[in-house]
């Protein structure tokens, strides 16, 4: 079975500081990862995936994210946070030979000006 | 990526009365799906739309409680029926972009309040 788990609920950080969004994932075989963001009142937005490749994938709005295959981790980060950055985002999973996409439960990211 | 659009965006509903939520894609896409989000909770996938074959429903998702058509392949609609109070959620509708090595694209949203 496949899953994901987003550790934290909330992750609060300061304007113009290094953001972490953390995601730990259980899948069999080779997993593809996928970072979403929520803004208030809209869907889901793709932010960006790792399928295959550099372990360091980069996003949409200057957000990346790293695969750590040992530690099945797939952390989403940004160099220089933006109060613009607050939102809920999702980390997902699906197997590379099946359709069902797996969600986190969201980690809420709130940045302080 | 997919443009997708949804109707209607939010509503308000009563108790025991039924809603139809549609969404339609700028192109033609094989694999439509439908997911709730309940207030504050993450994404849960009610059932897979494929053109020309019954939805397949996830575990405690029903046919006569979800119906879904799926008529072509830009179009589907999700219909809640029979609403309670609980039915209150975001109902998201999503396409798999084959080309995008599956990713999944979604609309807006139907925001929903049963009362």
């Known amino acids: 079975a496949q899953s994901v788990a987003q550790p934290e609920d909330q992750v609060n950080v300061a304007e113009g500081n290094p953001l972490t969004v953390k995601c730990t994932y259980s899948v069999s075989g080779n997993p593809y990862l996928f970072w979403y963001v929520q803004y208030p009142n809209r869907g889901l937005q793709f932010l960006l995936k790792?399928?295959?490749?550099?372990?360091l994938v980069k996003g949409s709005y200057g957000f990346e994210a790293e695969f750590n295959k040992s530690q099945t981790s797939f952390h989403l980060k940004k160099p220089s946070a933006l109060v613009s950055d607050s939102a809920l985002y999702f980390c997902a999973v699906k197997k590379s030979s099946a359709s069902k996409i797996i969600f986190g439960s969201g980690t809420r990211l709130s940045i302080r000006p | 990526s997919a443009v997708i659009s949804q109707k209607p965006s939010r509503d308000i509903c009563q108790r025991g009365t039924s809603l139809t939520i549609q969404c339609q894609v700028d192109s033609q896409v094989t694999m439509m799906f439908w997911y709730r989000q309940q207030p504050g909770q993450s994404l849960t996938l009610i059932a897979t739309a494929n053109q020309g074959s019954e939805a397949t429903y996830e575990s405690g998702f029903v046919i006569d409680k979800f119906p879904i058509s799926r008529p072509n392949l830009t179009f589907s609609t999700l219909t809640v029926s029979n609403m309670s109070p609980e039915d209150s959620s975001i109902y998201l509708c999503?396409?798999?972009?084959?080309?995008?090595?599956?990713?999944?694209?979604f609309g807006p949203g139907t925001r929903l309040l049963v009362l």
């Open positions: 999503s396409v798999e972009d084959q080309s995008r090595a599956e990713t999944q694209y």
């Open positions: 790792y399928i295959t490749g550099d372990n």
